[in-house]
T-cell receptor
Framework: EAGVVQSPRYKIIEKKQPVAFWCNPISGHNTLYWYLQNLGQGPELLIRYENEEAVDDSQLPKDRFSAERLKGVDSTLKIQPAELGDSAVYLCASKPEMNTGELFFGEGSRLTVL | RKEVEQDPGPFNVPEGATVAFNCTYS??????FFWYRQDCRKEPKLLMS???SGNEDGRFTAQLNRASQYISLLIRDSKLSDSATYLC?????????FGAGTTVTVRA
C-alpha cells in the first residue's frame, strides 16, 4: 500500500514569491493534517481536515497561508507571499477515521526561502 | 508554557546501555499519549502508544504518570540503530501535539 505522498520534496524560492505543496494521503484516510517542522523542533499543527472540511485551522497564519482539500482526498498548502521565516519542512499526515493517535506522515516538503 | 516539553538531550550512550527520558504535558485532560521516532531528515513514525498501566515493546518501555503529568521512555540494551530523535506526542480533542524531541546517539 502506498504511503502519504508529498511533492515537491525540496523547494527553493526567493522571499515574496508564492509556493505550493501537494499531498496525497493514504487511500481511505479521512483525516489529513498539515504540520510545519522547524529544525530542532517538533511538528506544529497548521490545519486538520476531516474529509473536505477544515475542522481546525486555528494555527494557520491566514494572512499568507491557505489550504484546500476540495474532494476530500488530496490537499494543497499554499504560501503567498513567502517570508524568510517560512523556511521549514512542511509535513502532511493522514489517519483512518477510527484510529486515534497513529498518524502516517509523508516525507515532507523542505522549503528554503532566500 | 508549551503543551509538551522534552529534554532535548542529546543522550550519548554506549551500545548495550539503558537510556531513559521524560516528557511533560500541560493539559491534565489529555487523552492519549505516544512516542514517535524520527530519523535524521526523515518523517516521524509511531514507535508506541503509552497506556495508563505502562507498556513494553521489546527493548522499549513506556510509562505514564497522570498525577505528575509526564510520560517516559526507556530503551534497554541500546543498539546503534536506536540513534534517532524521539518525539513525545499528546492527544487533546483530536489535536496531536508534539514535543521538540529528545536526541539519542548510541555509540559503538
Amino acid at each position: 500500500e502506498a504511503g502519504v505522498v508529498q511533492s515537491p520534496r525540496y523547494k527553493i524560492i526567493e522571499k515574496k514569491q508564492p509556493v505550493a505543496f501537494w499531498c496525497n494521503p493514504i487511500s481511505g484516510h479521512n483525516t489529513l493534517y498539515w504540520y510545519l517542522q522547524n529544525l530542532g523542533q517538533g511538528p506544529e499543527l497548521l490545519i486538520r481536515y476531516e474529509n473536505e472540511e477544515a475542522v481546525d485551522d486555528s494555527q494557520l497564519p491566514k494572512d499568507r497561508f491557505s489550504a484546500e482539500r476540495l474532494k476530500g482526498v488530496d490537499s494543497t498548502l499554499k504560501i503567498q507571499p513567502a517570508e524568510l521565516g517560512d523556511s521549514a519542512v512542511y509535513l502532511c499526515a493522514s489517519k483512518p477515521e477510527m484510529n486515534t493517535g497513529e498518524l502516517f506522515f509523508g516525507e515532507g516538503s523542505r522549503l528554503t526561502v532566500l | 508554557r508549551k503543551e509538551v516539553e522534552q529534554d532535548p538531550g542529546p543522550f550519548n550512550v554506549p551500545e548495550g546501555a539503558t537510556v531513559a527520558f521524560n516528557c511533560t504535558y500541560s493539559n491534565s485532560a489529555s487523552q492519549s499519549f505516544f512516542w514517535y521516532r524520527q530519523d535524521c531528515r526523515k518523517e516521524p513514525k509511531l514507535l508506541m502508544s503509552v497506556y495508563s498501566s505502562g507498556n513494553e515493546d521489546g527493548r522499549f518501555t513506556a510509562q505514564l504518570n497522570r498525577a505528575s503529568q509526564y510520560i517516559s521512555l526507556l530503551i534497554r540494551d541500546s543498539k546503534l540503530s536506536d540513534s534517532a530523535t524521539y518525539l513525545c506526542a499528546v492527544l487533546n480533542d483530536y489535536k496531536l501535539s508534539f514535543g521538540a524531541g529528545t536526541t539519542v546517539t548510541v555509540r559503538a
